[in-house]
């Protein structure tokens, strides 16, 4: 058979099969570990500029609320006025800082763990801090801007403003969940006199939550300011146009301005706690006034809910400048003689002063605390200058003040109230009664509306006259103690050696300040031509004292007049100012509101108003 062309193909080879590609464990193993690196790093990366943006998040927040405080401040400060006067409270924690709270000793000792104060739960540092307090009078200033009260108006279109304003910054004081009545439907007349929630005062163990101090850690203080408008009834706004229907069902008594009630809003009959004290206000009915009656003083600013004022800065300086001399002299009329804070008694017997004011007679003889050297009248300005603050601050003031009130009726170591948010603001908008409602809902606002700045955990103030140090050629700051800085220069702190940042005034007698007037003409009653430590302090200051209040009123009452060859004698009135610092330093701490572990320290400079 012949072949064919098939036949003669060499056969072919079996073809094998395909080999598939992979990668063996080793290789599986190489690429899943640079995938976790790979991984790794991105999370890193993503991490670091996670952090970053929420670092720079909290920084920009805080860096606002220092941006707001600073320009409110400078504000108030710039429109300042020597028709009034300045007091600065330096103010150190103290003996607040163990379960159950201890009784402050008036002294800090950073080492005490009672004086030390926790920033946060768990706090591994706690320490000591500041809650300094600055009080002064600011006018409206060329700007022509009137300060208005932030109350809430019952009647639409009526705003109470004044060109003068007295202007309070410190820490304020929330109250306790369990506060009852207080809590949520607060009165005008309350003092805030709630021991368990001062500053940094420890819980007692066991204590439940609602009762727990919402102020025992520092990240959660808020510092508040507070404008007080002063406001004389005769220059006060008329709520409603006579012959009219008041609104609201109001009744034309309800509606007079008086002492005790501005454009129908609160208002307090003084900027003295005493005077508020001590006077409640008598209306010819009970029923005659907008809000509850009072049962034991009239409107106080401790309350929170109260920033009007019937009085104005001549009436304010008649107080402060007529305490009487020691010893006191019969008075031809016992209604023109003006006594320490703590001697304004109501006495009912008595019919009301011609002024319609105030009635008032003298206390027991405090001539146990008296001190021959500086005079009392020096004593009692400083007196009525403390009695401004709307609260008795001090812990101690037996300590730092000679004429202390009772505790019981001035409670002693409380702040003025403040809360973040309204407390009872759901059920005071449902109440029947439209003008209770309006009223209700208006108190727990104004409670809010001191609260400037939130979180703040430490506020120390400052003055200075402007001196400078010898030694660092740095300007001289008084107040406590701060930490030691290293002033000799060498690298390296040494308590020895170094001084502290601030010491009270003066640091040494190198750096007394000499009164700006010709020493021929004008000679100290005892001693040489300085400002002394009694004028600021009223005693000679010690470093360790928690508390330091420094005082600057109107006219020196410790420097006479001598003409050349004269004998000497009284100043006559208006003849010496009394010496001012020329700046103020504001060092306010912050902690930011997620992490409270971390805190932020901004510092302000701020000049004061020439005289």
């Known amino acids: 058979m012949p072949a064919t062309i098939e036949d003669c193909r060499e056969p072919r080879p079996a073809r094998r099969p395909a080999l598939r590609s992979g990668f063996t464990l080793i290789e599986i193993m190489v690429a899943v570990g640079a995938i976790a690196l790979v991984a790794v790093g991105l999370a890193s990366i993503f991490d670091a500029v ?17 941006t707001l405080l600073e320009s409110q401040m400078r504000h108030d400060f710039d429109g300042m006025t020597r028709d009034g006067f300045l007091v600065i409270r330096q103010q150190w924690t103290d003996g607040v800082g163990t379960p159950g709270g201890v009784s402050p000793d008036g002294l800090f000792d950073p080492g005490d763990a009672s004086d030390q104060v926790p920033l946060y739960p768990d706090d591994p540092a706690p320490r000591g801090r500041r809650i300094d307090e600055i009080l002064f009078f600011s006018s409206s200033g060329p700007d022509g801007e009137l300060f208005r009260t932030r109350n809430q108006s019952v009647v639409p279109g009526v705003t109470v403003t004044s060109e003068t304003a007295m202007i309070y910054l410190g820490h304020g004081q929330p109250r306790r969940v369990d506060a009852g009545v207080p809590y949520v439907d607060p009165r005008i007349d309350d003092l805030n006199a709630d021991g368990a929630t001062i500053l940094g005062a420890a819980d007692a163990l066991g204590t439940p939550p609602e009762d727990r101090n919402p102020n025992r850690f520092a990240s959660n203080w808020i510092l508040t300011r507070r404008a007080t408008l002063l406001v004389p009834l005769e220059s006060a706004p008329i709520p409603f146009n006579v012959g009219t229907t008041p609104p609201l069902g109001l009744r034309p008594n309800q509606v007079a301005n008086q002492d005790g009630q501005v454009g129908l809003l609160p208002a307090a009959a003084s900027i003295f706690r005493s005077y508020n004290r001590a006077f409640p206000l008598e209306f010819p009915g009970a029923t005659d006034y907008v809000r509850p009656p009072f049962a034991e003083t009239g409107p106080m600013l401790a309350s929170g809910l109260v920033d009007i004022a019937t009085t104005d800065l001549a009436e304010i300086r008649r107080i402060v400048m007529s305490s009487v001399a020691d010893p006191v002299p019969p008075p031809t009329n016992p209604f023109e003689v003006f006594l320490l804070p703590r001697d304004i008694i109501r006495d009912t017997n008595l019919p009301p002063n011609p002024s319609g004011r105030f009635v008032f007679v003298a206390a027991e003889d405090p001539a146990p605390n008296r001190r021959a050297d500086p005079p009392l009248a020096l004593d009692g300005q400083h007196a009525w200058m403390a009695d401004a603050f709307p609260t008795q601050s001090d812990p101690r003031p037996d300590i730092g003040n000679d004429y202390p009130a009772d505790d019981v009726v001035d409670p002693q170591g409380v702040r003025v109230r403040v809360e973040s948010q309204a407390r009872n603001f759901l059920e005071t908008i449902s109440r029947p009664d439209p003008l209770e409602s309006i009223t209700a809902r208006a108190d727990q606002l104004m409670l809010t509306s001191g609260a400037l700045l939130p979180h703040c955990s430490e506020f120390i103030v400052e003055w200075s006259f402007g001196q400078i140090d010898a030694l660092t050629n740095e300007t001289l700051w ?19 050696s170094d001084a502290s ?34 004028l600021i302090y009223g005693r000679a200051p010690r470093e360790e004292d928690a508390v330091h209040t420094s005082y600057f009123g109107y006219i020196d009452p410790t420097i006479s007049p001598t003409a050349p060859g004269g004998t000497g004698g009284p100043a006559a009135d208006g003849v010496i100012p009394w010496a001012w610092p020329r700046m103020i330093r504001i060092t306010v701490s912050l902690t930011d509101a997620i992490d409270p572990s971390i805190e932020s320290t901004f510092q302000f400079i701020f000049d004061v108003p020439n005289e």
């Open 501 to 534: 940042v601030t010491t009270p005034y003066p640091k040494n007698d190198d750096d007394r300040l000499p009164v700006p007037f010709r020493r021929d003409e004008f000679k100290l009653n005892r001693g040489e031509p300085y400002v002394s430590q009694h």
């Open 50 to 66: 996670g952090k970053t943006v929420s670092g720079g998040r909290r920084t920009s927040s805080l860096s606002r609320y220092a």
């Open 478 to 496: 008084y107040g406590p103690s701060r930490r030691p800085a290293d002033t000799s220069g060498d690298g390296q702190i040494d308590v020895a």
